[in-house]
């Protein structure tokens, strides 16, 4: 354990995370080209696909990410970049906990560089691209980092907010600031101002935002928001406690509403704040199942 500069040891917190998600082809797509990935990048373990885990987290935390490619070959680019993310943030260790934003976006630096290359070694690739959220959870914060329009949702005390941006800009957002709305908002859905694996250089936007117990966090691919009004997404979430059931319920209110694009989500609802996991527990442990 890390010494405090008065020599004595540092106080360690962890906070329980419940974690769910899952994905769907939709009603009109012949290929899923979303994927997600939810890693422990202490103990290296994923839960995929839908599995409601449990996760004692102190540092580095857990990762949670959704990815949206796009053709010619978008399953390769999104599959392709969330590799790329999660090896890359396992790497580093330790040095995620204490900058995880900056670790996120070298992570996603990275991965633009990985697709590009494909591409290159790939004819047939060129011109793939994805979308991206990332966050890495810690005991006591959410670092979130963004290419695209996948989006990322608090709910807190019966609100939901939208923590990202369908744009997005370069730059750190605290929370708490604008959100883009209607007719604007609409058009950032239909044509995402950056992808990976388009340019040599992108300029993600990051998030960082407090954690409470009680929070609920979402990500998800434009097929679930670009359906489902916040106010519907809102009503599921606080109508279904259960995480698996949450993100089926989701899934389904895509697939109602049409099904035009694949649908990917996944969910954390986050415990209280303590100073040790319980003696014995292992840091993961997957207690139920489900998933399409």
Not at 84 to 98: C, F, Q, T
Not at 196 to 201: M, V
Not at 207 to 226: E, M, Q
Not at 263 to 281: F, M
């Amino acid at each position: 354990m890390a010494n405090s500069a008065s020599g004595a040891p540092r106080e360690r917190f962890h906070r329980r995370f419940t974690v769910c998600g899952g994905t769907n082809i939709g009603a009109r797509r012949s290929e899923n080209q979303d994927t997600f990935v939810i890693a422990d990048l202490e103990s290296g373990r994923v839960s995929r696909p839908c599995i409601r885990t449990d996760v004692w987290v102190s540092r580095p935390g857990v990762l949670m990410l959704v990815c949206d490619g796009g053709p010619p070959a978008g399953e390769v680019a999104a599959q392709l970049t969330a590799s790329s993310i999660k090896h890359r943030l396992e790497a580093e260790g330790d040095n995620v906990g204490r900058a995880p934003v900056y670790s996120l976006r070298r992570a996603f630096q990275g991965a633009n560089r990985a697709l590009l290359a494909e591409a290159d070694s790939h004819p047939d690739e060129r011109g793939m691209t994805t979308t991206c959220t990332a966050a890495i959870f810690s005991p006591e914060r959410l670092a979130i980092v963004q290419v695209g329009d996948a989006r990322a949702y608090l709910l807190r005390d019966g609100s939901l907010r939208t923590l990202t941006d369908d744009e997005t800009p370069a730059g750190l957002r605290e929370e708490g600031d604008g959100r883009t709305t209607g007719a604007a908002a609409e058009a950032q859905r239909e044509a995402p101002s950056q992808t990976l694996g388009t340019e040599a250089n992108v300029q993600p936007a990051v998030v960082d935002v407090d954690l409470r117990a009680g929070d609920r966090v979402l990500l998800c691919s434009n097929g679930l928001h670009g359906l489902v009004s916040d106010d519907a997404i809102a009503a599921i979430l606080m109508r279904t406690p259960e995480v698996a059931a949450a993100s089926e319920a989701l899934i389904s209110a895509a697939l109602a509403a049409g099904g035009g694009d694949n649908v990917t989500v996944v969910l954390a609802d986050c415990g209280p704040l303590e100073h040790a996991a319980p003696r014995g527990s292992p840091t993961t442990r997957p207690v139920d199942g489900g998933g399409r």
